[in-house]
């Protein structure tokens, strides 16, 4: 293929060797219904089983079924990174390998979605029965709570226009999970459509209620990140604040009690007030600290836009 594609689709798969005919099949009958150009970018994450060959069997059929390999399993988060730098379609569109979704009738659904003019666009899982409702309605629950996001499946199959995807900082852990906040946070226009859930059908999940402490510690940071990262001072420096405030209100009750009371001094208050008076000059320090980090940040992504101008005139 020497165009770009309309539609990219792009699918993470782990051991799921007998889930690709049937998913390549339903997209290429997406495809065929929509009328428009796409390309399917699958990323096998490290499988041990024979995914990699039916991939490759399917696309001497399939022209347009691009392949990409990590040589070891590295997690979804790092397969949407690659998967996301490989793709070449102006609307991309993120489907599990599990079949839970069926590419013929989500495709259009989200594509269809982003043309009524949303940057971005979540499944929502009807008729779920995978065992995993409770945890999942708590972890929405969460994130439509910390991040005012109004979605019902925040972590489920989504359609992206290409700003969206480029406009999304390095995703690391498990960040995928946060692709809808991040985007939202930036000011991109969310929106939802109603898709079936099927049961897997073939191979097993790959996820399991251990993650969702690790969800929650996530949730954190990434919140963390998006209200503090371009001013930390706000933070560290509220703290600061905090604790000389009471540093120093204690230290003057302590003095009104030695000079007009006439009371012995009171040391546990006393080191107390000093330990609080050194943490919120330390939070000062590291509020400083992370403003230079920051800025540096900045810098950096300056240049790469300056490289990426120089290198997209070069091409054109």
Not at 104 to 112: A, G, R, T, V
Request: net charge neutral; hydrophobic share 45%; proline share 4%.
């Amino acid at each position: 293929m020497t165009e770009a594609p309309h539609i990219s689709v792009l699918v993470p798969a782990y051991n799921e060797a007998d889930n690709i005919a049937e998913l390549v099949t339903r997209t290429a009958r997406a495809f065929s219904s929509l009328g428009v150009t796409g390309e399917l970018v699958l990323v096998d994450d490290g499988s041990s089983d024979d995914t990699v060959a039916q991939v490759q069997i399917w696309q001497q059929r399939y022209p347009w079924i691009r392949l990409i390999c990590n040589r070891r399993n590295l997690g979804l988060t790092a397969s949407l990174r690659k998967g996301f730098a490989a793709t070449r379609g102006e609307t991309i569109l993120f489907l599990p390998a599990d079949l839970e979704s069926h590419p013929d009738e989500d495709i259009p659904k989200l594509y269809n979605r982003l043309q009524e003019g949303y940057d971005l666009v979540a499944g929502w899982r009807q008729g779920r029965a995978d065992g995993k409702e409770f945890a999942s309605s708590l972890y929405n629950a969460v994130t439509r709570r910390l991040f005012d996001v109004s979605v019902h499946d925040a972590n489920w199959i989504k359609g992206f226009r290409r700003e969206v995807v480029h406009s999304l900082p390095p995703l690391r852990s498990d960040w995928h999970r946060f692709l809808l906040h991040i985007a939202a946070d930036q000011g991109f226009r969310v929106g939802e459509v109603p898709t079936t859930w099927y049961p897997r059908q073939a191979g097993r999940s790959h996820f399991g209620l251990r993650r969702i402490p690790i969800s929650l510690l996530d949730v954190l940071v990434v919140r963390f990140l998006l209200t503090f990262q371009q001013a930390p001072m706000r933070f560290f420096g509220g703290l600061g604040l905090a604790s000389l405030g009471v540093s120093g209100v204690t230290f003057l009750f302590l003095t009104y009690l030695w000079f007009f009371q006439q009371q012995t001094q009171k040391r546990p208050i006393f080191w107390a007030a000093l330990v609080l008076a050194l943490a919120g000059l330390l939070f000062f320090l590291v509020g400083f600290l992370a403003e230079l980090i920051v800025a540096q940040g900045d810098r950096l992504q300056a240049l790469e836009r300056r490289l990426d101008a120089v290198e997209t005139d070069r091409e054109s």
